[in-house]
């Protein structure tokens, strides 16, 4: 796995070994980072579920002005400290020792804000809708904050839009996908961003 594109561009990542992280490809974190490109330059990027911190390293490295990582295994904080450090990105990154809910709140209580939030929880546990629920309700996302989930495809997601969300693309691939959602917003709000992509 390495550092797709930008400042710190082939760099290699280390990831967990022994450890069922998942982790995201580099040909799918590259078709993902094309389809958000025009929102990651001085954005503030949340990485739910970080894992190695491969996609948060990928936007600091592609412009973000600042990504938070979270994660509650040690062995994969350790591995992202570590491949923070190697690519030189450590100073735009803050990472979070905690379970997601904690850190949420954690988060919540110092008033953060982000452009762009990314989780990747383990299949089949709805914890994504859980933190959708507690995204809504919070003030770190607002009608132009955008938030992608990774999901095995067969994740049902008909529910995004009784929660206040707006589906506005999915991206499948041979074994997961990528759901992107904004909160709802007027009719041309959502148009435009559906121009964007």
Excluded: W
Aim: aromatic share 10%; charged share 30%; hydrophobic share 40%.
């Amino acid at each position: 796995m390495r550092v797709i594109a930008g400042k710190a561009r082939r760099l290699p990542l280390k990831t967990v070994k022994g450890m069922n992280t998942r982790p995201t490809t580099d040909r799918i974190k590259e078709t993902l980072f094309n389809i958000i490109h025009y929102a990651v330059s001085g954005a503030s990027f949340l990485d739910l579920y970080s894992g190695s911190g491969a996609i948060g390293i990928e936007a600091l490295s592609r412009g973000a002005k600042k990504a938070v990582f979270i994660e509650n295994n040690r062995e994969a904080i350790e591995c992202i400290r570590h491949n923070l450090q190697f690519t030189g990105l450590e100073q735009d990154a803050e990472i979070y020792f905690l379970s997601v809910d904690k850190a949420l709140q954690e988060l919540q209580q110092k008033h953060a804000y982000f452009d762009i939030v990314f989780m990747d929880p383990p299949y089949h546990q709805e914890y994504e809708k859980d933190v959708l629920i507690f995204l809504k309700k919070s003030d770190l996302i607002d009608k132009n904050s955008l938030i992608i989930v990774e999901a095995s495809l067969d994740t049902d997601f008909s529910y995004v839009n009784r929660l206040g969300y707006d589906r506005i693309r999915e991206k499948k691939y041979k074994t997961n996908k990528h759901i992107f959602l904004k909160v709802i917003g007027d009719k041309n709000e959502k148009s435009n961003l559906s121009g964007q992509f």
